[in-house]
């Protein structure tokens, strides 16, 4: 009998233009080596423009489907991106907490790349207090990040340090908190893995010209994909940053929004994205003892 590839469990909701979601989840971590099984949190009004609506799923329904998968098949990692309501991430919360030994990475998502709001300030508080305890890798963005580590919505705290919104989360209780570098105006995209010891890993990554429509998802689960591979955390945190990379750099516009990661771009023709990626620097420090 084949021995089964690692499983991995999105909680996330459903994107009807396949760019970002449980249908890229889906296809991240199949094109990784996982299989992939996928609890819908939410059905989304969306295009490659931006989010229309957001139908948040009956919390009962989200458990039935988490608890129903989790007593057939062992399951690795799993991931959470847009989760619809409070009531919902209470829910995802008390599933997880049963299985305390599955690492858990999560992509907070609060808005669309349009800026549509995904999650308001209730939303906000229920992750921090029920769902970062849980974290093993959280991938904000640094507008993300900057929200998340904010203290009593004080405005002034809008352009905190990053290093210092890290810190702030670790105390939360995350594990790993990778900050990436997509929203700040520098030349090159860089992105920093902090943990209670400091500064893990910082990697520089060449910015390209477009804006794309799942990207943040993609890096969640290829870092989940890769923790079920078996890599430690920061060899996953480098070849998830390495696969979104690709992707971006082979990504395409459907639509008459966004350009969409090719989550596939290996499948192609391997001459066509040989050569095209420049090195990238990057920083290693150890962590303090």
């Known amino acids: 009998m084949l021995q089964p590839p690692p499983i991995v469990l999105s909680f996330a909701a459903n994107d009807p233009s396949g760019g970002a979601g449980i249908q890229a989840d889906m296809l991240t971590i199949a094109s990784l080596g996982c299989h992939p099984l996928s609890v819908v949190t939410a059905i989304t009004v969306q295009d490659t423009t931006g ?12 458990a039935d489907q988490a608890r129903a998968v989790l007593e057939d098949m062992p399951v690795h990692a799993f991931k959470i991106g847009l989760l619809g309501s409070v009531e919902i991430i209470a829910t995802i919360a008390e599933v997880i907490s049963d299985y305390p030994y599955i690492p858990l990475v999560m992509d907070p998502v609060l808005t669309s790349g349009r800026g549509d709001e995904l999650a308001n300030e ?5 992750m921090r207090e029920l769902l970062l305890p849980q974290v093993t890798v959280l991938t904000p963005n640094s507008l993300e990040a900057r929200h998340l580590a904010q203290q009593e919505n004080d405005p002034s705290e809008s352009k905190l340090d990053l290093s210092l919104c890290a810190q702030r989360l670790l105390l939360m209780g995350c594990e790993y908190v990778l900050i990436t570098g997509t929203h700040e105006n520098t030349q090159q995209v860089r992105n920093t893995l902090f943990a209670s010891s400091g500064i893990i890993r910082t990697d520089d990554w060449e910015r390209l010209e477009h804006t794309y429509h799942g990207s943040g998802c993609t890096l969640a689960s290829a870092i ?10 920061s060899d996953s945190v480098l070849e998830a940053q390495d696969y979104t990379w690709h992707t971006l750099q082979a990504g395409f516009r459907p639509g008459m929004g966004q350009y969409i990661p090719n989550r596939l771009f290996w499948a192609k023709d391997g001459e066509d994205n040989e050569g095209e990626h420049e090195e990238k620097e990057v920083i290693i420090e150890q962590p303090e003892n």
């Open 51 to 62: 989010v229309d609506e957001v139908m948040p799923l009956d919390p009962e329904w989200v």
């Open 122 to 126: 209730d939303m906000v508080d229920a």
């Open 224 to 233: 989940a994909a890769s923790l079920a591979n078996g890599l430690s955390v």
